[in-house]
């Protein structure tokens, strides 16, 4: 469990003020120290900043203290002895800077070697988690919006179960919409027999085009569509069955996909939640929620114009009946503590409203920062080199098999370039190709903040120079091949070698090192996963300013140092993991 996890490095030097915060103002209890990393580095690595706020709070109290500068004099003085802190000193109003041990810096990263980096993991208040990612729409061909949405839900869900929290990843896929009607009367039309199979629908989205065409301009197709939906949604067998073929080839579509990107999912889609609508229904109409507005049933939300609609004129469900249901389910049956939803923000005001809802509902606190708790992860569009909604030539949504086969095929073509196709064998070809080539797409959507949006482009995400997956992936290839060329077993290293941080840049590195489980968690609790990026990218910037002025083979400290790259390897090859990028070992 998380007990196990060794917490960020912000959370240990926050435990040793902790105690001395317990002696110098024994009377205030539950003072939490504020830990914060140094402003000024010249100053020292962290700072404990609660000199201030405890002054206010203690003044008007007959205190001894004169001022918050005494009160941070105090705090430093009765820091508890700890091997983990070289020095202190005050600053302004009282603040107390730390400057960490490198002699501790050294051990606590030669025990995560041999201790394994999943001891670094942060601590998390939250057992277990949902995420809702991916979700497309079934019968349509997944896009580059639902590349988003699974690339960065997949990074979340892998960053809280690597801090051993449990996480359902959930594809709430849309397989429930009135678009069935339409689709299974279109469908029955063409297979009269009820036959179907892959091959006999073809490509489903051009199906989907089809069917909607027809659904436009014949008036009597359309209200047999109509009473389809209403068919099936009575459980009608013959309709059911319809219904699940079409689901079916749908999912081996984005199976397909999610195999190529190492995403792994399990759907719970719409329908799964549709019995459970009339209850949830139900159970807010007992707490008065639920209103009559021009034919529909509604929950008014404060400050919004327009309410939400659960219950639509002609009786139907909709997308809002079917979240509020899947939140009653996520909240009591699976007991989840926290629920993370991944959509473009063009959805926020959908979320903002149910959540509100639940809210309202007692389902969940309205104090956000206690839980059960929603999120909504939003992320903005992903735009073509005009500046535009990425498409390609014709007006067609980009296929997402296509961009991740373009993304392989540039790389191979990059590494036979090179000379790799005589050097290597065809399958390590082929798995760098896939592995560089996936990551780069990947990447280049992470380390951009998601609410904002970001451009498509190969030969940006491509380079082998500045901020992208294949420099890093590169860098790390090259420290592996370092250790490889001193010939030394790095096992044994570990067992019999000692770290030793002497040089700036090597301090400096190590630091870094360990600041991964804080890094880690700030990116957890803001669901962003472009500070893991950009802690990886500043990691690499940090081993080259290392590695380019001191020399590691055949130096006296060739051991020390040869530790130093295995440990930024192991780190780096964790950032790539938490990223769904799979890291290579030769270039
Ligand atoms: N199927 C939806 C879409 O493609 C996304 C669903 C997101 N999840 C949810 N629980 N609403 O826009």
């Not at 482009?457 to 901020?467: E, V």
């Not at 840049?505 to 500070?531: D, W």
């Amino acid at each position: 469990t998380n007990e196990d996890n060794i917490g960020s490095l912000k959370e240990q030097i926050a435990k040793v003020f902790e105690v001395s915060l317990k002696v110098t103002v024994p009377e205030e209890l539950d003072v939490v120290p504020l830990i914060a990393a140094c402003a000024k580095k010249e100053f020292g690595d962290y700072q404990c900043n609660n000199a201030m706020s405890l002054w206010s709070k203690i003044k008007g109290k007959g205190t001894q203290f004169k001022g918050p500068q005494p009160v941070g004099q105090a705090i430093m003085k009765n820091l508890p002895t700890s091997d983990m802190i070289e020095s202190c000193s005050i600053a302004g109003p009282g603040f107390v800077n730390v400057k960490l041990s490198k002699q501790w810096i050294a051990k606590s990263i030669q025990k995560m070697l041999t201790d394994g980096i999943d001891t670094w993991a942060p601590k998390l208040p939250v057992k277990r988690a949902i995420v809702d990612f991916s979700s497309p729409n079934i019968a349509k061909e997944m896009h580059v919006g639902h590349l988003r949405s699974t690339i960065i839900g997949d990074t979340l869900a892998r960053m809280l179960e690597y801090s051993k929290v449990d996480v359902l990843r959930r594809n709430h896929v849309g397989d429930w919409g009135t678009q069935f009607g339409m689709l299974i009367e279109f469908l029955f039309e063409k297979f009269p027999s009820g036959e179907v199979n892959d091959q006999a629908i073809g490509d489903l989205e051009v199906f989907y085009k089809a069917s909607k065409q027809r659904f436009d301009s014949d008036v009597e197709f359309k209200k047999r569509a109509q009473k389809a939906v209403v068919s099936l949604q009575g459980g009608e067998e013959k309709y059911r069955k319809a219904w699940a073929q079409i689901c079916e080839i749908s999912r081996k579509g984005f199976e397909k996909v999610y195999q190529r990107l190492g995403v792994h999912l399990e759907e719970k889609g719409e329908s799964f939640y549709n019995p459970y609508i009339l209850k949830t229904l139900d159970l807010l109409r007992e707490k008065g929620l639920i209103e009559e507005s021009e034919g529909a049933q509604v929950i008014f939300i404060e400050g919004k114009k327009t309410p939400l609609i659960v219950v639509k004129r002609d009786g139907g469900f909709n997308y809002a009946s079917t979240d509020l249901a899947a939140l009653w389910y996520r909240l009591n049956v699976e007991k989840a503590e926290w629920i993370i939803y991944l959509t473009d923000v063009g959805q926020r005001e959908h979320f903002e409203m149910f959540f509100t809802a639940g809210k309202r509902a007692g389902w969940l606190p309205s104090d956000e920062s206690k839980y059960p708790k929603t999120s909504h992860v939003g992320f903005g569009l992903v735009l073509g080199d005009d500046g535009k909604r990425f498409r390609t030539r014709s007006t067609e949504v980009v296929k997402l098999v296509d961009l991740l086969d373009e993304a392989k095929t540039r790389c191979k073509a990059a590494l036979v370039e090179r000379g790799k196709a005589a050097e290597w064998t065809p399958e390590e070809l082929e798995h760098t190709a896939e592995a560089v080539g996936y990551g780069a797409v990947k990447y280049a959507d992470l380390k951009n903040n998601r609410s904002t949006n970001y451009t498509f482009n190969f030969d940006q995400m491509l380079n082998d120079k500045g901020n992208t997956a294949v420099y890093l992936l590169y860098a790390h290839a090259r420290i592996c091949s370092i250790i490889r060329k001193s010939g030394k077993d790095i096992d044994d290293l570990k067992k019999e070698g000692e770290l030793i941080l002497e040089k700036d840049e090597e301090r400096k590195l190590g630091l870094h090192l360990l600041q991964f489980a804080e890094v880690v968690e700030e990116a957890c609790t803001n669901l962003l996963p472009n500070v893991l990026c950009e802690y990886l990218y500043d990691l690499s910037e940090k081993f080259t300013s290392f590695y380019s002025q001191w020399q590691v083979i055949g130096s006296a400290e060739e051991t020390s140092r040869l530790l130093l790259c295995e440990a930024t390897a192991v780190v780096m090859r964790k950032c790539f993991h938490l990223l769904g990028i799979t890291p290579v070992y030769k270039i």
